[in-house]
C-alpha cells in the first residue's frame, strides 16, 4: 500500500511559479508511475503529468504542456510539479496518485493510490 501527501499549494499571482511535492510511503513507490491531477470547483477532475516509474518517459495535458514539469526522486520517494507562468484558471485543488503499474498512465481509472490534495489559487 502506497500513502501520499501532498504539499507546496498557496496563494500565487499570475505569472508566478509553484513546485508541488508529493511524499509517499510504502515500499512500492519506486515501482510505480506516478501521476498529477488537479479539480477545480464545479468541474471534472484533470489529468495534468505522468512519470514512468524510472522517469524514462513523462507526459503532460495540453492545458499545462510547456509550462509545468514534472520529476521525481525514488530515494525520497517523492514526486515533483513543477507549475511556471501560473494563470487563474489554474486554482484548483491539486492532486498526485500512484498507479498501479510502471507504465505513464494519463487516466484516472490507473491510478490506486491518491492524496487528500492541497489547494492552489492564482489571483492578483
Known amino acids: 500500500q502506497v500513502q501520499l501527501v501532498e504539499s507546496g499549494g498557496g496563494l500565487v499571482q499570475p505569472g508566478g511559479s509553484l513546485r508541488l511535492s508529493c511524499a509517499a510511503s510504502?515500499?512500492?513507490?519506486?515501482?510505480?508511475?506516478m501521476g498529477w491531477f488537479r479539480q477545480a470547483p464545479g468541474k471534472e477532475r484533470e489529468f495534468l503529468s505522468t512519470?514512468?516509474?524510472?522517469?524514462?518517459?513523462?507526459f503532460y495535458g495540453a492545458s499545462v504542456r510547456g509550462r509545468f514539469t514534472i520529476s521525481r526522486d525514488n530515494r525520497e520517494n517523492t514526486v515533483y510539479l513543477q507549475m511556471d507562468s501560473l494563470k487563474p484558471e489554474d486554482t484548483a485543488v491539486y492532486y498526485c496518485?500512484?498507479?498501479?503499474?510502471?507504465?505513464?498512465?494519463?487516466?484516472?481509472?490507473?491510478?490506486?493510490?491518491w492524496g487528500p490534495g492541497t489547494q492552489v489559487t492564482v489571483s492578483s
Open positions: 512519470i514512468s516509474w524510472d522517469s524514462a518517459a513523462a
Open positions: 496518485a500512484a498507479s498501479k503499474g510502471k507504465i505513464a498512465a494519463t487516466i484516472e481509472t490507473a491510478y490506486l493510490y
Open positions: 510504502g515500499r512500492t513507490f519506486s515501482n510505480s508511475a
